[in-house]
């Protein structure tokens, strides 16, 4: 079966600027999350979709990031105003079924530098 | 709640043995194993659900305690490929939460 796609690779945007990153889950996986790990650190969950409502978005900084999973597929995350500390790989993942014994699938990430 | 993952670091030579340990302070649904080589995206392991589970797969193998609060993941006889960091993710109600991660570095 096909992976977690991500695009872009790379980004590199100066502070203050905004910024897109997109990801398509494995077909059939209802739920999908979007992580940021920081170099040499774990991922930290941004935020976790069910098909397309928002089932945690507790560690979502909302006054600058947001995201969206539009008809339960396809989900864009976005930066606006992206600040230094942003810099970091930003990782989706999809699974299914929600909480059971199958682990994630991650994409290959969007590493993001802001300069 | 982040889980508290140790060593930070450890360095083998092939055919040594590891114990990497993951503990939280709440009883957990879950335990996922991941293992990250660098610039690649983490790879899934294994999963434990129940208390007192152990699961392997060839030589990587781990353990669930009975509380469901602590977790361990076993290489054995350590082969170059298993370099990379290792990451324990702890799954309380809807939320996989990652620790800091464990570095493995395997040298021949």
Known sequence: ?115 | QQPVQSPQAVILREGEDAVINCSSSKALYSVHWYRQKHGEAPVFLMILLKGGEQKGHEKISASFNEKKQQSSLYLTASQLSYSGTYFCGTEIGYKLSFGAGTTVTVRA
Do not use: M
């Open chain 1, 1 to 115: 079966e096909a992976g977690v796609a991500q695009s872009p690779r790379y980004k590199i945007i100066e502070k203050r600027q905004s910024v897109a990153f997109w990801c398509n889950p494995i077909s059939g996986h209802a739920t999908l999350y979007w992580y940021q790990q920081i170099l040499g650190q774990g991922p930290k969950l941004l935020i976790q979709f069910q098909n397309n409502g928002v089932v945690d978005d507790s560690q979502l900084p909302k006054d600058r990031f947001s995201a969206e999973r539009l008809k339960g597929v396809d989900s864009t995350l976005k930066i606006q105003p992206a600040k230094l500390e942003d810099s970091a790989v930003y990782l989706c993942a999809s699974r299914t079924p929600f909480q059971s014994n199958y682990g994630y699938t991650f994409g290959s990430g969007t590493r993001l530098t802001v300069v």
